[in-house]
């Protein structure tokens, strides 16, 4: 596992419209993507990143919004409460910032990496981050909220990640079918 090297999957990429798999049971090989992930968001300055973003399957997502490291498996919002609207980016979107109307309080239930159950009340900034992550993790992106003019602005740019995303997968496969390519 650890030779696995995981990276982040751009707007077009088909890992981030699936839907992920909840854990069974958990092992090491979950603890070390996990810690993958943190090393990922930590180093993109991201306050959050969900399995899928790396092209996992398995329903993990690790959320810092300054109060501390989570590291949760299978998280599901449980209660919602109010409403605030942030502007939101997506380190799967880049370049895009969306105004989002979600919950402001929530209460969260998970695992967490040593597969204990953990319940997670939480407000403002984290309840948005924490809303954002499960999105990704049954395939929705901050761009299914845009609206019709947010759409307009940001069509242009989202056809040229999407050309891109094609573009990688396309030289990954490339890569992939043979050692030496000349
Ligand atoms: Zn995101």
């Not at 810690?35 to 790396?54: C, D, K, N």
């Not at 989002?100 to 939480?122: C, F, H, M, Q, Y």
């Not at 740019?157 to 043979?178: G, W």
């Amino acid at each position: 596992m650890s030779e696995t090297v995981l990276k982040i999957r751009i707007y077009g990429d088909p890992a981030l419209r699936k839907k992920a798999k909840e854990v069974s049971k958990v092992t090491s090989e979950h603890r070390e993507i996990l810690s993958q992930m943190s090393r990922i968001m930590y180093e993109q300055s991201g306050i959050g990143l969900a399995s899928p973003q790396v092209g996992r399957t398995e329903a993990m997502i690790v959320v810092d919004v300054g109060q501390g490291l989570y590291k949760l498996i299978n998280p599901k919002v449980v209660k919602k409460q109010g409403i605030q609207a942030l502007e939101e980016g997506c380190l799967s979107v880049p370049g895009v910032c969306i105004k989002i109307k979600r919950a402001d309080k929530v209460l969260v239930t998970a695992l967490d990496d040593n597969g204990k159950k953990v319940s997670i009340e939480a407000e403002g900034l984290l309840a948005c981050c924490l809303q954002h992550e499960i999105d990704h993790l049954k395939g929705k992106l901050i761009v299914d909220y845009a609206s019709f003019i947010d759409k307009l602005k940001i069509k242009k740019k989202l056809a040229a990640l999407e050309k891109k995303a094609k573009n990688d997968i396309l030289s990954e496969a490339k890569n992939k079918s043979c050692q030496l390519q000349l």
